[in-house]
């Protein structure tokens, strides 16, 4: 009986103080609202928006990657203490309307950041007059929630955002309200350099041996798509579709072949060791490593990085 107590209160102490800070806050923090996020861009995001005015955590452990991401029982006490939790859609994070459903809302503000986007469905042709004859990406998940790499669509989330976070702290609306205004003018001018940076290629296909997560940003910037795996990396291509990418490298005389961040380059190292090309890094921006959160690296360095290494893949001028 005295072990069976024991036992229950270590599982009682679990769950209560699970995510409980290892230290304890200092006074000027202890009375800041907690905003929680769950993947880098929203992270990033709120950051530039709240400034100093709120404390932001990435429910995300780093170097997770977030399709196979589940909560743990301290990441359910840490959203249930926050003031505003902020997730991208259901098509992107299926778990949250499972976790919210448990939880005590009614201190809780919840922001779909995503809300109002327009989710694309895997197979839409991502350049019309040039998709039609190539084949497409190995589909597990219908939709795309990929949609922060359209700098549009990440302009439209800060909107979602800022209307959440004014909502917790009314008293200081118009500092966020500048935040987030300077942080859309970042994003289109990012918008910019990609569009300019990408105008001239000797290629416009971009072949990627991983997950189908750049269709958007393919879409904007009249590139053609091509994955080698489905929306959540869980499906294998076929021996046949493999050969078919091999085949679209060949024939499109590609320089590179894309592999993506915190996912095995496996596949893409096989398609560029049959075709001769170099693998060149592309970052959804899900997630980060742990040495690239300590560094403080952000959604503008992710992607500055992405327009070079497209630009080298594509053969830019």
């Given at each position: 009986?005295?072990?069976?107590?024991?036992?229950?209160?270590?599982?009682?102490?679990?769950?209560?103080?699970?995510?409980?800070?290892?230290?304890?806050?200092?006074?000027?923090?202890?009375?800041?609202?907690?905003?929680?996020?769950?993947?880098?861009?929203?992270?990033?995001?709120a950051r530039s928006i709240v400034g100093s005015r709120?404390?932001?955590?990435?429910?995300?452990?780093?170097?997770?990657?977030?399709?196979?991401?589940?909560?743990?029982?301290?990441?359910?006490?840490?959203?249930?203490?926050?003031?505003?939790?902020?997730?991208?859609?259901?098509?992107?994070?299926?778990?949250?309307?499972?976790?919210?459903?448990?939880?005590?809302?009614?201190?809780?503000?919840?922001?779909?950041?995503?809300?109002?986007?327009?989710?694309?469905?895997?197979?839409?042709?991502?350049?019309?007059?040039?998709?039609?004859?190539?084949?497409?990406?190995?589909?597990?998940?219908?939709?795309?929630?990929?949609?922060?790499?359209?700098?549009?669509?990440?302009?439209?989330?800060?909107?979602?955002?800022?209307?959440?976070?004014?909502?917790?702290?009314?008293?200081?609306?118009?500092?966020?309200?500048?935040?987030?205004?300077?942080?859309?003018?970042?994003?289109?001018?990012?918008?910019?350099?990609?569009?300019?940076?990408?105008?001239?290629?000797?290629?416009?296909?971009?072949?990627?041996?991983?997950?189908?997560?750049?269709?958007?940003?393919?879409?904007?910037?009249?590139?053609?798509?091509?994955?080698?795996?489905?929306?959540?990396?869980?499906?294998?291509?076929?021996?046949?579709?493999?050969?078919?990418?091999?085949?679209?490298?060949?024939?499109?005389?590609?320089?590179?072949?894309?592999?993506?961040?915190?996912?095995?380059?496996?596949?893409?190292?096989?398609?560029?060791?049959?075709?001769?090309?170099?693998?060149?890094?592309?970052?959804?921006?899900?997630?980060?490593?742990?040495?690239?959160?300590?560094?403080?690296?952000?959604?503008?360095?992710?992607?500055?990085?992405?327009?070079?290494?497209?630009?080298?893949?594509?053969?830019?001028?």
């Amino acid at each position: 009986m005295k072990k069976m107590v024991i036992l229950l209160w270590l599982v009682f102490s679990v769950v209560v103080c699970g995510g409980c800070d290892r230290h304890e806050p200092t006074p000027e923090h202890a009375t800041r609202p907690v905003v929680v996020t769950t993947l880098f861009p929203l992270y990033d995001f709120a950051r530039s928006i709240v400034g100093s005015r709120m404390e932001v955590k990435l429910l995300l452990p780093p170097g997770v990657e977030p399709h196979h991401f589940e909560p743990r029982p301290e990441d359910i006490v840490t959203i249930q203490r926050a003031a505003l939790f902020i997730y991208t859609s259901p098509a992107m994070e299926p778990w949250a309307a499972r976790l919210l459903a448990g939880l005590d809302q009614r201190r809780l503000r919840v922001v779909q950041a995503a809300a109002h986007v327009r989710l694309r469905e895997i197979g839409q042709k991502e350049q019309d007059d040039d998709a039609h004859d190539l084949p497409q990406s190995v589909s597990g998940h219908r939709q795309d929630p990929h949609v922060w790499l359209d700098f549009g669509n990440a302009q439209q989330m800060v909107d979602e955002m800022l209307a959440g976070i004014v909502a917790v702290d009314p008293g200081h609306a118009g500092e966020y309200r500048a935040n987030a205004t300077a942080l859309q003018h970042r994003l289109a001018d990012l918008d910019r350099r990609f569009t300019q940076g990408l105008a001239n290629c000797t290629s416009r296909v971009v072949l990627h041996g991983g997950h189908y997560a750049f269709g958007y940003l393919a879409r904007r910037y009249h590139l053609t798509y091509l994955a080698a795996e489905g929306v959540s990396a869980d499906n294998e291509p076929s021996p046949r579709q493999l050969a078919e990418l091999v085949q679209q490298i060949r024939s499109n005389r590609l320089g590179a072949v894309f592999s993506e961040e915190l996912v095995s380059p496996r596949l893409a190292d096989s398609l560029a060791a049959e075709t001769g090309v170099r693998v060149l890094r592309l970052n959804g921006a899900h997630n980060l490593t742990k040495d690239q959160f300590e560094r403080g690296v952000t959604f503008f360095d992710l992607m500055e990085q992405n327009l070079h290494n497209l630009r080298q893949g594509l053969g830019c001028r």
